[in-house]
């Protein structure tokens, strides 16, 4: 069956403090993984897609990498306005574009 | 703004009724999702539509129907509605059948007394 499944639950960080998010997947063929972010009281918003193991993208403080098992959310020196939850989600090969969603992160970024 | 149109944002009602959550995709994407939110499942995948046909189905329950019309919108039709419904509802929707990148919308959070 296919699974993802993030860590931590929670994570509080100090303004600048950097540190990861993990990802680890189950799939039967990975198509994609995907990380979104989400804010309270909103839908999830894209960030990036990752395709091959040793692939990296990258978007302001952060970047997500991506081996044969799992996937790390770095942030660099984080702000307040990071703070929100975190979503990893896959897509399995020969599946149509819906995703496999984990439980998300929330992370909180103190000033 | 993701440009995906949820409505309405909140609906409260009871045990055994039936509600119509309504979602306009963003311009020009023919393919939208439902998905469902709650604290302990987090986001799970109901149902997909493209172009009017269904295109995926996720863990969705026999009460709970969706469709999608001739001018791209859908609606997700939930009945015999029990307390364990209470969730958070989504919609997507994306340019194609098998596009990942995925635009939401606001949500509509259901609460069932």
């Known amino acids: 069956e296919d699974q993802v499944t993030q860590s931590p639950e929670a994570l509080r960080l100090q303004e600048g403090e950097s540190s990861s998010l993990n990802c680890s997947y189950t799939v039967s063929g990975l198509r994609g993984l995907f990380w979104y972010r989400q804010d309270p009281g909103k839908g999830p918003e894209f960030l990036f897609t990752?395709?091959?193991a040793g692939e990296e993208k990258e978007k302001e403080r952060l970047k997500a990498t991506l081996t044969k098992k799992e996937s790390f959310l770095h942030i660099t020196a984080p702000k307040p306005e990071d703070s929100a939850t975190y979503l990893c989600?896959?897509?399995?090969?020969?599946?149509?574009?819906?995703?496999?969603f984990g439980k998300g992160t929330k992370l909180s970024v103190k000033p | 703004d993701s440009g995906v149109t949820q409505t309405p944002k909140h609906l409260i009602t009871a045990t055994g009724q039936r509600v119509t959550l309504r979602c306009s995709p963003r311009?020009?994407?023919?393919?939208v999702y439902w998905y469902q939110q709650s604290l302990d499942q987090g986001l799970q995948f109901l149902i997909q539509y493209y172009n009017g046909e269904e295109r995926a189905k996720g863990n969705i329950l026999e009460r709970f129907s969706a469709q999608q019309f001739p001018d791209l919108h859908s609606e997700l039709n939930l009945s015999s509605l029990e307390l364990g419904d209470s969730a958070l509802y989504f919609c997507?929707?994306?340019?194609?059948?098998?596009?990942?990148?995925?635009?939401f919308g606001s949500g509509t959070q259901l609460s069932v007394l």
């Open positions: 990752l395709y091959s």
């Open positions: 997507a929707s994306s340019s194609t059948a098998t596009n990942e990148k995925l635009f």
């Open positions: 311009s020009g994407d023919l393919s």
């Open positions: 989600a896959v897509q399995a090969r020969g599946s149509q574009g819906n995703l496999i």
